[in-house]
C-alpha cells in the first residue's frame, strides 16, 4: 500500500513559481508511474503531466514549457516545477501511483495552488 503526501502549494502571483512535492511511503515508488493532477471546483480531474518507471513524461499542452515533472526514486518523492503561472493554473493539484498491469492506483489528499494577484 502506497501513501502519498503532497505539499508546497500556495499562494503565488501571476508569474510566479512554485515546486510541489508528493511524498511516497508504505512501498518504494521506482516502478510506478507517477503523475499530477489538477481539479477545479465543477469540473473533472485532469492530468497535467506523468513520468514513467523509465524517466519519460509527458504534459498536458496548457503547461508545456512551463512546468517540469521529475522523480527522485531514492527519496521516493515526485516534484512539480511550476513556472509563469497563470489564473487558469488555479486548482488542487493531486499526486497518483500507478502500476500498470497490476490494476493498482493511489492518490494523495491534494494541495491547492492559487494564482491571484
Known amino acids: 500500500q502506497v501513501q502519498l503526501v503532497e505539499s508546497g502549494g500556495g499562494l503565488v502571483q501571476p508569474g510566479g513559481s512554485l515546486r510541489l512535492s508528493c511524498a511516497a511511503s508504505?512501498?518504494?515508488?521506482?516502478?510506478?508511474?507517477m503523475g499530477w493532477y489538477r481539479q477545479t471546483p465543477g469540473k473533472q480531474r485532469e492530468v497535467v503531466a506523468s513520468?514513467?518507471?523509465?524517466?519519460?513524461?509527458n504534459y498536458a499542452d496548457s503547461v508545456k514549457g512551463r512546468f517540469t515533472i521529475s522523480r527522485d526514486n531514492a527519496k521516493d518523492t515526485v516534484y512539480l516545477q511550476m513556472n509563469n503561472l497563470k489564473p487558469e493554473d488555479t486548482a488542487v493539484y493531486y499526486c497518483?501511483?500507478?502500476?500498470?498491469?497490476?490494476?493498482?492506483?493511489?492518490w494523495g489528499q491534494g494541495t491547492q495552488v492559487t494564482v491571484s494577484s
Open positions: 497518483r501511483a500507478t502500476l500498470p498491469g497490476y490494476g493498482l492506483e493511489h
Open positions: 508504505g512501498s518504494r515508488i521506482r516502478i510506478y508511474t
Open positions: 513520468i514513467y518507471s523509465g524517466g519519460s513524461t
